[in-house]
């Protein structure tokens, strides 16, 4: 069965730093990959996504992820983090399982931005 | 306004007893998903339904049930049998190959 890790549980950042999180899957097939956020209080939103193609993927609010298939990493990344980044993120793999995708999900990183 | 509807938002439960969660959609996606969300665990899966009438255990269905009678409604009831029911329920759709939709989530919670 396949499986997300992030690495990274808890994360806390000024703003003006950069963010990097680390998300590595084990599914040696086609997969799809996501990157959600849940901020204080909201739903799950999607930031960004890759199915093909150009492997560095731009999402909302300034955040891109790229894929390193060699590596099974998709990394989000974020150059100037600001307050409103604070929130949880989760790393999802479509990861094809009996003429199915179903996704798996990480256990998620908290991001903390102090003013 | 298209999209998902769980309710209730918060719930009780007694121990030994049923309950029933809601999740209803309007946008005519065919799959749908309950996962639970603990802290420090991300989202784990506990059933998916792919078209109606059919549904799949997910990696953590001990305990629970669900129906998919219709496109629109697949409820999730936590039974008795689930011995660690206070949680985080979220529902999800998916029309493949878009990426999943998530509700707004219901607190389960044990008195």
């Known amino acids: 069965a396949q499986s997300v890790s992030q690495h990274n549980h808890h994360v806390i950042l000024s703003e003006a730093a950069s963010l990097e999180l680390g998300c590595n899957y084990s599914y040696g097939g086609t997969v799809n990959l996501f990157w959600y956020v849940q901020y204080p209080g909201q739903h799950l939103q999607l930031l960004l996504k890759y199915f093909s193609g150009d492997p560095l993927v731009k999402g909302i609010k300034g955040f891109e992820a790229e894929f390193i298939k060699s590596k099974f990493s998709f990394n989000l990344r974020k150059p100037s983090v600001q307050w409103s980044d604070t929130a949880e993120y989760f790393c999802a793999v479509n990861a094809r399982s009996g003429g199915s995708y179903i996704p798996t999900f990480g256990r998620g990183t908290s991001l903390i931005v102090h003013p | 306004d298209g999209g998902i509807t769980q309710s209730p938002k918060y719930l009780f439960r007694k121990e030994g007893q049923n309950v029933t969660l809601s999740c209803e959609q309007n946008l005519n996606h065919d799959a749908m998903y309950w996962y639970r969300q603990d802290p420090g665990q991300g989202l784990r899966l506990i059933y998916y339904?792919?078209?109606?009438?059919?549904?799949q255990k997910g990696d953590i269905a001990e305990g629970y049930s669900v129906s998919r009678e219709k496109k629109e409604s697949f409820p999730l009831t936590v039974t008795s049998a689930q011995k660690n029911p206070t949680a985080f329920y979220l529902c999800?759709?998916?029309?493949?190959?878009?990426?999943?939709?998530f509700g707004d989530g219901t607190r389960l919670s044990i008195l």
């Open positions: 999800a759709t998916r029309q493949v190959p878009a990426p999943q939709h």
């Open positions: 339904s792919q078209i109606v009438n059919d549904f």
